[in-house]
């Protein structure tokens, strides 16, 4: 599981170093073999092990190509999808249009989510956490929450 946040550095070929608690395990489990894709809600990049992103691909594949909006899926997250192999430094090429899409420069935040990291700018990332808090707090208590937040403690 990959939880936590990252600040990291983009280097001048768009390379970043995964942090060192990650890589042998990413070793193991999927030889250094991650895909990487835009994230279609948020101007941030999805990095999953192989394994979980095989996952992907099967929902995707199971979407209708004849219906508009499961075909815009599966072309926005399969287009946009490139392998990233971990080199021996720990180390992944991020491909240049997926750092374009995501606005990526030098400082970068990598932050765990569970199956997959997500990879942010790093001006970006605070920016939408500032917004993400002050919404929250702006609307304590005036929104109906589902079910499943309903039940959610920590």
Request: glycine share 6%; charged share 30%; hydrophobic share 40%.
């Amino acid at each position: 599981m990959f939880r936590g946040s990252f600040t990291l550095t983009l280097d001048e070929k768009g390379r970043l170093a995964l942090p060192a608690r990650y890589r042998e395990f990413l070793l193991s489990d999927c030889q250094g073999h991650l895909v990487c894709t835009v994230d279609i809600h948020d101007p941030c990049l999805l990095l999953y092990p192989l394994a979980e992103w095989e996952e992907i691909e099967e929902k995707l594949k199971r979407l209708s190509s004849f219906n508009p909006q499961e075909r815009r899926l599966q072309r926005v997250l399969l287009g946009n999808a490139a392998d990233c192999d971990m080199d021996k430094s720990g180390r992944i090429l991020v491909p240049a249009l997926l750092r374009q899409h995501a606005g990526l420069s030098k400082g970068i935040r990598l932050v765990g989510q569970l199956n997959k990291f997500e990879i942010w700018d790093e001006t970006t990332w605070h920016d939408r956490l500032a917004a993400d808090i002050a919404l929250e707090q702006a609307q304590a208590g005036e929104v109906e929450l589902s079910d499943r937040l309903q039940d959610f403690i920590l």
